[in-house]
């Protein structure tokens, strides 16, 4: 599985906009780049995922360079409620068995 | 839909004692999985399942056993518990056809300390 490279920890001001990189120079053609967080004691869940194109939903932004060997997840304007570990995961687009594997993810702190 | 569930919440074993950790979803999801998170670090994946009667194996797979033999249910089992694997476990679901095969749902953890 191709590995991703992101920041250990991150900080935002409050309704400030927040780029979270992620670095994948060995990603395959058919890998899709997912997004999960995880809030304190609880479970990941789903943010955004993307191959090739720009994508926006409800809850981020993810926005992939030309060459997909990086991405970066924005969101808009940070909430207390947005403090969490994100992780940028690569997901075999072929052949797809479901699994995802996780690196150590961004520790993101947003200030008052 | 209750999504995925996970029992128990918290557990705390002996060394030696076995048990089981139950996860069941009702969202009819091929896909489901156990991952094991320690203080600290990032999710490892211990087993999976592509469904019913299909299991294998992921990052961290050694002292723990899975089945499945539903579709809903995927429990995994500790047959000899060791200190090493005081942990928070997260069970987890996906569809794995069309365009809902991008999200996978996960529980809300069950803690368990072997002392």
């Known amino acids: 599985d191709a590995k991703t490279t992101q920041p250990n920890s991150m900080e935002s001001n409050e309704e400030e906009p927040v780029h979270l990189p992620c670095n994948h120079s060995t990603i395959s053609g058919t890998d899709y780049i997912h997004w999960y967080r995880q809030l304190p004691s609880q479970g990941p869940e789903y943010v955004i995922h993307?191959?090739?194109s720009n994508v926006n939903n409800r809850m981020a932004s993810l926005a992939i360079a030309e060459d997909r060997k990086s991405s970066t997840l924005i969101l808009h304007r940070a909430t207390l409620r947005d403090a969490a570990v994100y992780y940028c995961?690569?997901?075999?687009?072929?052949?797809?068995?479901?699994?995802?594997?996780f690196g150590q993810g961004t520790t993101l702190q947003v200030k008052p | 839909n209750a999504g995925v569930t996970q029992t128990p919440k918290f557990q705390v074993l002996k060394t030696g004692q076995s048990m089981t950790l139950q996860c069941a979803q009702d969202m009819n999801h091929e896909y489901m999985s156990w991952y094991r998170q320690d203080p600290g670090m990032g999710l490892r994946l211990i087993h999976y399942?592509?469904?019913?009667?299909?299991?294998d194996q992921g990052e961290v797979p050694n002292g723990y056993n899975v089945s499945r033999s539903t579709t809903e249910d995927f429990p995994l089992r500790l047959l000899s518990a060791a200190p090493s694997q005081t942990s928070v476990y997260f069970c987890a679901s996906s569809s794995l056809s069309g365009r809902r095969d991008n999200e996978q749902f996960f529980g809300p953890g069950t803690r368990l300390t072997v002392l």
């Open positions: 399942s592509v469904g019913a009667g299909i299991t």
């Open positions: 993307g191959l090739t």
């Open positions: 995961i690569l997901r075999a687009g072929s052949g797809n068995t479901g699994k995802l594997i």
